[in-house]
């Protein structure tokens, strides 16, 4: 690995030093087809190239100097113009391409020293990318570097398409710096021995490249060798086969030769067979028109009357649904009035027993009241008594009162006497009238208090007779209600039979339905199909593929359509044909369908 770094390193001195010399003494701008500068990039390759590991694929071993220039654009923002140039260049497809590319509008711009060693100041990076012994990755690295910082005094407008840099073999050419060590213009020894080394060291180089082409080359031509060893092998086996066929073709041609005159006799049989069935067909024709004539015209008229019977059909689904409706809502109110209905019972056996408290309660006052009143008139007639006995003491008070003044006060003591009762009867007679006043306001208070439980007992009446005219209009929707379940059930079983007679009707039109498409298409191969020609058709009916060599068209026998191998593999026995024959798909599904509907 040491050697081949200093030979690289060697060689890219050599280079940079023809170029700029050669530059110099030329004293114009470098294009890309000057031979220097093209040996230069090769050199710089190679030296980019030296320890690459290879990205492993599954046809080869890749080595690109794409991936570690790429790093460039990271570590160098202002790179990003040349690598989205070298990315976009049209016609390049490879790495190496782009990477060729890259160093190309670098030295353009004289700025491949600076990039290269900002690239070489980070060998963590690079490590990803080279191995340890690698020439990036050793001192010669750093040289490589500096050496390329001499680039900056040449000036170079290339051109170049991204197919050349793909394609590009880079092989150095060692002529260029093979010197004679006699010519040399140095005067020194030093510089000769140099020269002699350097040349020593391109020659081993170049003898190593020519050694890896050659084993290469030796690759190559063992591949080449068994390949033909295997075609020849091959083309005998063809010419066997050739011979085999060729006497499969003659043979067919004989077999040929014999069916068809065969088919000449068969034709002529079948000829006169088709011109007597022809006669029985015109025979059989009239026939089947007047009894499709007949069927046509029962079918219509069953038609008709299936479409009648649809529409009353809907007509009585339509009546079912509100009948349905109707229920619900009936149902849901009988169960609201149910709810009141048992609320109403228990409010009524509330009221009832509210009726009988009061009834006591009543009952208890009446004969409190009666005793009251009986205590009242006592106590009246007692009034009425003391009043008269009051009357009867005014009268002889002022009887007296007379004698005295006639008898002008004659005895005192009589009046003291006199004054004392009636002050004892003015007492009595203010106690009683006090007594009177109690029982008056309570035999009040008893009326009104006999008021309000009359006017209560009249409330619960009303609505004792309230909840029994509810009770009867319950009963009332109870009967409605039964009748209206019965009329449903009637309903039920009406709507039971007539589905049952739409389900006969519909019966009886498919039997019909199928027999006529029996007699179309009975007629239809007594009238001969629809034969599609090959020429009309480019692709199947069916799934729409293109007809090819591989993809061969077929007729089916029942419509007459072409279709695919895939898409018309059933066969199946029609009317018009005596065994079995090839019918598509869809016919093949109606016509089974027929069969099963016909036999159930």
Same mark, same amino acid.
């Given at each position: 690995m040491s050697i081949e770094r200093s030979n690289l390193l060697s060689m890219l001195k050599l280079s940079i030093k023809v170029l700029i010399h050669s530059s110099l003494s030329l004293g114009r701008t470098l294009d890309s087809d000057y031979p220097p500068l093209q040996q230069f990039f090769i050199v710089?390759? +190679?030296?980019?190239k030296h320890g690459l590991k290879a990205k492993k694929s599954l046809i080869s071993h890749n080595k690109s100097i794409w991936g570690p220039l790429e790093l460039v654009e990271k570590l160098c923002p202002e790179s990003v113009n040349i690598a989205t140039s070298a990315r976009d260049l049209p016609g390049i497809k490879t790495g190496l391409g782009r990477g060729r590319a890259w160093l190309h509008l670098a030295l353009m711009q004289k700025t491949v020293a600076d990039y290269m060693k900002v690239l070489l100041g980070r060998k963590d990076l690079l490590s990803e990318f080279y191995d340890p012994g690698a020439l990036m990755m050793e001192e010669e690295g750093a040289v490589m570097g500096?050496?390329?910082?001499? =680039?900056?005094? /040449? @000036?170079?407008? =290339?051109c170049f398409k991204g197919e050349d840099l793909d394609s590009q073999v880079g092989i150095i050419d060692f002529s260029l710096y093979l010197k004679d060590p006699t010519s040399s213009e140095t005067p020194k020894d030093n510089s000769k021995m140099t020269a002699i080394l350097d040349q020593k060291h391109y020659i081993e180089e170049l003898n190593r490249h020519l050694s890896g082409t050659v084993a290469n080359l030796q690759a190559k031509m063992d591949s080449l060798v068994k390949t033909n060893s295997k075609i020849v092998e091959e083309l005998t086996a063809a010419t066997a086969r050739i011979n085999s066929l060729q006497e499969e073709q003659e043979h067919l041609r004989n077999e040929n030769e014999s069916i068809r005159q065969s088919s000449l006799k068969k034709e002529e049989a079948a000829l006169q067979d088709s011109q007597v069935e022809l006669e029985t067909y015109k025979q059989t024709r009239q026939g089947l028109d007047e009894m499709y004539n007949v069927v046509w015209t029962q079918?219509? $008229?069953?038609?008709? /009357?299936? &479409? $009648?019977l649809e529409h009353e059909l809907e007509l009585q689904v339509g009546l079912k649904q509100e009948m349905e409706v109707a229920m619900k809502l009936l149902e849901k109110d009988i169960h609201e009035k149910q709810d009141t209905l048992a609320a109403l019972r228990l409010q009524l056996e509330q009221v009832k027993t509210l009726n009988l408290q009061m009834f006591h309660k009543s009952q208890d006052v009446k004969r409190q009241a009666e005793k009251k009143q009986t205590e009242a008139v006592q106590l009246e007639q007692k009034i009425n008594e003391m009043e008269k006995a009051m009357m009867e003491l005014e009268q002889r008070l002022h009887n007296s009162e007379r004698e005295c003044r006639q008898t002008g006060h004659s005895d005192k003591d009589v009046k003291v006497e006199l004054g004392g009762k009636v002050d004892a009867l003015q007492k009595q007679l203010t106690d009683q009238d006090t007594l009177r006043m109690g029982l008056e306001n309570e035999?009040? !208070? $008893?009326?009104e208090r006999r008021q309000n439980l009359q006017q209560t007992l009249q409330r619960e009446q009303d609505n004792s007779t309230e909840l029994r005219t509810q009770l009867q209009q319950l009963q009332g929707l109870q009967t409605e209600l039964q009748k209206l379940k019965h009329e449903k059930k009637q309903l039920q079983q009406k709507c039971e039979q007539q589905e049952q007679t739409l389900q006969d009707?519909? &019966? +009886?039109? !498919? &039997? !019909?339905?199928?027999?006529? $498409? @029996?007699?179309?298409e009975v007629n239809k191969a007594l009238k001969g199909h629809a034969w599609l020609k090959d020429d009309e058709a480019t692709q199947c009916k069916q799934c729409q593929r293109e007809f090819s060599i591989s993809r061969r068209k077929h007729h089916c026998r029942n419509c007459g359509d072409i279709y695919c191998n895939s898409c018309s593999s059933n066969e199946l026995s029609l009317p018009s044909y005596p065994r079995p024959v090839r019918v598509c798909d869809v016919c093949h599904s109606l016509l089974l369908q027929r069969s099963v509907s016909t036999v159930s």
């Open positions: 710089l390759e +190679h030296c980019l500096g050496l390329l910082v001499g =680039l900056n005094v /040449i @000036d170079a407008n =290339l079918y219509k $008229e069953e038609k008709r /009357i299936r &479409q $009648e035999l009040r !208070s $008893e009326r009707m519909g &019966q +009886h039109l !498919s &039997q !019909s339905k199928l027999k006529m $498409e @029996d007699f179309k």
